[in-house]
T-cell receptor, first 114, second 112 residues
Framework: ETAVFQTPNYHVTQVGNEVSFNCKQT?????MYWYKQDSKKLLKIMFS???????VNETVPRRFSPQSSDKAHLNLRIKSVEPEDSAVYLC?????????????FGHGTKLSVL | QQKVQQSPESLSVPEGGMASLNCTSS?????YFWWYRQHSGEGPKALM?????GDKKEGRFTAHLNKASLHVSLHIRDSQPSDSALYFC????????????FGTGTTVSVSP
């Protein structure tokens, strides 16, 4: 059963628009993540967030920004989307920040940029 | 270049057969390995972890790790149509706070 919830499931927008995706986990976990899955199904880490400490993948463009109100929520905002942002964005959570933590994923938000 | 490479890219297995997936990393800092499975339209789900050299068995799934050669494998015994999915190997470094790095993926198709 799903315990990491993402909205919306799909979003279609035009180049230059701003979009926001929501993620909520009900597992009581301390750490949350955003991954990007491209058209070749490759999964790349974008951000991880733990106890208000943000770890950013240096390859993520500055138009992407995570937003967290509490440890159960981690949203993703994209200012001025580009065609290469078309992908599935997957939110995940883990109990802690350890190296051997299991990740629990949501179903993803599929973004299409026209 | 992906730090975690998987082979083959795709694999067809008859129902009841054995599926064998391979994973090689290029970073000796990777100490912890996972196998995840992703069905179409869903997020990846963890199958099993392996942190020590040798074999680890969970039901029909057996993982093998050789840290010296940076090689991990997954074997699925008695494959079922429900095993048809995209399989990822994932690795993390021995430093706290680093997110999992996922491999390139292997698509497994099990035909009845």
């Amino acid at each position: 059963e799903t315990a990491v919830f993402q909205t919306p499931n799909y979003h279609v927008t035009q180049v230059g628009n701003e979009v926001s995706f929501n993620c909520k986990q009900t597992l009581g976990h301390d750490t949350m993540y955003w991954y990007k899955q491209d058209s070749k199904k490759l999964l790349k880490i974008m951000f991880s967030y733990n106890n208000k400490q943000l770890i950013v993948n240096e390859t993520v463009p500055r138009r992407f920004s995570p937003q967290s109100s509490d440890k159960a929520h981690l949203n993703l905002r994209i200012k001025s989307v580009e065609p290469e942002d078309s992908a599935v964005y997957l939110c995940a959570s883990s109990l802690g920040q350890g190296d051997n933590e299991r990740l629990f994923f949501g179903h993803g938000t599929k973004l299409s940029v026209l | 270049q992906q730090k975690v490479q998987q082979s083959p890219e795709s694999l067809s297995v008859p129902e009841g057969g054995m599926a064998s997936l391979n994973c090689t990393s290029s970073d000796r800092n990777f100490q912890y390995f996972w196998w995840y499975r992703q069905h179409s339209g869903e997020g990846p789900k963890a199958l099993m972890s392996i942190f020590s050299d040798g074999d680890k068995k969970e039901g029909r799934f057996t993982a093998h790790l050789n840290k010296a050669s940076l090689h991990v494998s997954l074997h699925i015994r008695d494959s079922q149509p429900s095993d048809s999915a995209l399989y990822f190997c994932a690795a993390s470094e021995s430093q706290g706070g680093r997110a999992l790095i996922f491999g390139t993926g292997t698509t497994v198709s099990v035909s009845p």
